[in-house]
């Protein structure tokens, strides 16, 4: 009898990727100066995910993409990436996954509140 070798499925790795977009009423160089703020397009964000005593970094890639949709009008997209190779973490998917997502729109209802209320603000300035 003859054993072949088979393929090993390694379940330790995860990777989880989230996109998002919100309109923001808000011409784009306003929602511009609201992402340079946040140090630019692209951004990295550290999480400890613990369990006990041991704990593992989770590093969080984010990117964001403005597009002019009118003069007065903004549509944002923020993709959120992990990649991890943490057996404990792929083990908490689910949680990882709220974490990656909650970081993301956070992130995009911040860049929006900000913008639209400086929108505001300049109009009672200027009207």
Known sequence: MVFQDRPTLHTDRMEIHIERRERILAPLHL???????LD???ATARFQLTWGPLKWPLDVDVSLKLIAVGASETRLECQGHLETRHRLAASMRGLCHEVV??????MLQRVKIRAEQRRLAEECLLG
């Open 40 to 42: 630019g397009d692209r």
């Open 31 to 37: 929602v511009w100066d609201e992402i340079d703020s």
């Open 101 to 106: 997502e909650g970081h993301v729109r956070r």
